[in-house]
């Protein structure tokens, strides 16, 4: 199986950007990492429409679970090219963070990609 190596804050972020920065819905991504942050898998946990995907927070939990994965990084993209986060994307990553939280699962940062920005809820200050 070939995973991409995510060795650098600038990997991350290209390879986030080609994966998803011209799909035409929203897709809600987790990246699941081993302790020491190697990328153990990259799934779509939630697809949607133009402006919004399903997100539950129990089934990316359970996944995580699953993989044995030690943290995760979520992202997602705005179709409409405006990567602002949206007070639900707020609200549900701060739900995801909390669950994880309770069993010790780290959420390294949340990514929205945009047309031609990306943006960190770590940088933001939103977690």
């Keep these: 199986m070939h995973r991409p190596i995510l ?4 990997a991350l972020l290209d390879y986030c950007r080609s994966v998803m920065q011209f799909e035409k819905h929203e897709q809600f991504r987790v990246l699941f990492l081993d ?5 153990i898998a990259d799934e779509v946990l939630g697809k949607g429409t133009i402006d919004r995907a399903p997100v539950y927070p129990r089934e990316i939990i359970k996944r995580t679970l699953d993989l044995g994965a030690a943290a995760i990084i979520l992202t997602h993209n705005h179709p409409s090219g405006d990567p602002t986060p949206s007070r639900s994307d707020i609200e549900m990553t701060q739900k995801i963070i909390q669950a994880a939280k309770a069993i010790n699962i780290s959420v390294h940062d ?10 960190s809820f770590k940088s933001l200050g939103l977690m």
């Design 7 to 10: 060795s650098s804050w600038t």
């Design 35 to 39: 302790r020491k942050n190697r990328l």
């Design 110 to 119: 949340h990514l929205i990609i945009g047309r031609n920005d990306i943006v």
